[in-house]
């Protein structure tokens, strides 16, 4: 007979909290090393040194691929360590249910940073058009264009952690 698991489990435990690392450090590490092949290949072209668009392509690659996507992963972090956690013994389908909803708790941190950065820019704009503009692109689509690829490695990177946590429980 099949146990009944909740989507919400909030509990600390060194499992949830390995479970969550493994999930969002090895989303992290695909970030990096996607951002790093394409800084080697921008900077065959243009140096890596070198200002390209008034930003420096080093400069670009850490706002990108560390500053812009941080609060994702610390949300989803979070969200997996102590509210929705990826554990052995709750079935994949719960597992995968869980690690959605951390990504949508990251996709919505990256809306939180949104507004104050949006809200920023959006002053800084010439017309009210352009602010409220800026603003629709830091609280809905950047958000939307970053947390919906991430959740989907973390998807990948959960059921492997899920996997690899059953088989080494220590």
Not at 106 to 115: P, Q
Not at 131 to 147: E, K, S
Request: proline share 6%.
């Amino acid at each position: 007979m099949p146990v009944a698991t909740s989507v919400l489990a909030p509990e600390v435990s060194i499992v949830a909290t390995t479970g969550a690392a493994i999930t969002v450090v090895s989303v992290v590490l695909v970030e990096f090393l996607a951002g790093l092949i394409g800084l080697l290949g921008t900077s065959t072209i243009v140096g890596p040194f070198r200002s390209h668009g008034g930003t420096s392509l080093i400069e670009a690659f850490v706002q990108n691929v560390f500053v812009a996507r941080s609060p994702f992963a610390l949300a989803a972090f979070l969200a997996l360590a102590f509210l929705v956690p990826v554990v052995p013994r709750a079935p994949l389908p719960a597992v995968l249910l869980r690690t959605v909803l951390a990504g949508a708790a990251g996709t919505v941190a990256l809306a939180l940073v949104g507004i104050v950065t949006g809200a920023h820019d959006a002053l800084q704009q010439g017309s009210v058009g352009q602010g409220l503009g800026r603003l629709l692109v830091d609280v809905v689509t950047t958000p939307l264009q970053l947390g919906l690829p991430m959740t989907l490695m973390l998807l990948g990177s959960a059921t492997a952690a899920w996997l690899w946590l059953g088989r080494h429980p220590r």
